[in-house]
């Protein structure tokens, strides 16, 4: 029985690194924390949830596109071709493709090698065909990949709009970062597109409460990696929609004066002051097409559902 691959999160992701990068976020006059931190095991299994609410579009919608396009998708894809999922997390999209691109290896990473350890080896046995690859890293500073990983032709697979997390200018410097990785392939990039308040409130504050499990759960996450004192029970999940920049931001908010320390610091959050946790970045065909035009790629293949509620490029 053939197993999968995996590259261990170690060599990649660096404890001293991230303990540091928290404590500046929580040090900071307006706190906040990398949405990276959102997605550990528990925080994996939550996601994968939410993406099952009726009120969560981007999933659902995004598949639609995949059933709708699939024989298109992979005559500009191309068979046989390695595929390299970032942010694979159930890799449930990824292998929606796989019947009709057939890829020779497909290398799923995530920030959390935990839970890929939990679904790759059940994949690898429905296609042991594929050769599988896992990796556990922290690509929202480094798109650092092991040698066998890109050594023959690939397409980078990044769906579920991910790229909303990060500002422009990040999300720029890890496009340029995929672009100078290529070889001879492209991008297939899921981009959520802007639309009325009511759908995103809806969406990122669902009535069941999964999505303010999932962004309270990063406090968990921040208590084991710097042995912090967080009390989930005294913050809340608050939203904001923010027009002018055109993102949903999601934030934790006090619901009273709280002083949390971790290792010789110490800080106090007032009733009602926030920790930012995640951006949700909407775009206009027109701005991601700019986007991705200022990180190097060229030629451009869309496809987007009937209400124009998403879109997916594949872009070289």
Not at 90 to 105: G, I
Not at 127 to 141: H, N, Q, R, T, V
Not at 143 to 153: A, F, I, R
Request: charged share 20%.
């Amino acid at each position: 029985m053939l197993e999968p691959t995996y590259i261990t999160e170690t060599q990649f992701i660096n404890p001293l690194d991230l303990s540091r990068e928290l404590k500046e976020g929580l040090l900071s006059e307006f706190a906040f924390i990398s949405p990276k931190f959102l997605y550990d095991n528990l925080g994996s299994h939550l996601f994968t949830a939410i993406t099952l609410l009726p009120e969560y579009y981007p999933t659902k919608t995004e598949k639609s596109i995949f059933e709708s396009n699939k024989l298109e998708i992979a005559a500009a894809l191309g068979l046989n071709n390695g595929l390299i999922d970032l942010g694979a997390g159930n890799c449930q999209k990824a292998e929606s493709l796989f019947t009709a691109l057939r890829p020779a290896s497909y290398t799923a990473i995530d920030f959390s090698l935990d839970y890929l350890k939990e679904i790759l080896p059940q994949l690898q046995n429905k296609y042991p065909e594929i050769a599988m690859f896992g990796i556990g890293l922290d690509f929202s500073k480094n798109l650092q990949l092991p040698t066998s990983v890109v050594s023959s032709g690939h397409n980078f697979f990044y769906p579920g709009s991910s790229i909303g997390n990060f500002n422009i200018d990040e999300a720029k410097h890890l496009l340029k970062q995929i672009k100078s990785a290529l070889k001879g392939g492209g991008l297939l990039i899921g981009v959520d597109l802007m639309k009325e308040d009511r759908i995103l409130l809806d969406a990122y504050d669902d009535p069941l409460k999964l999505t303010a499990a999932f962004n309270l759960n990063i406090l968990r996450v921040v208590n084991t990696l710097i042995h912090s004192n967080f009390d989930v029970s005294h913050f809340k999940h608050s939203i904001k929609i923010n027009h002018p920049l055109q993102r949903v931001e999601l934030y934790l908010e006090a619901l009273r004066d709280t002083t949390v320390t971790f290792g010789d610091n110490v800080r106090s959050f007032k009733y009602g002051e926030l920790i930012h946790t995640e951006n949700s970045h909407k775009y206009t065909h027109e701005s991601i097409k700019s986007l991705l035009s200022s990180a190097g790629f060229e030629s451009f293949t869309t496809w987007t559902d009937s209400k124009n509620y998403f879109a997916l490029i594949y872009a070289r």
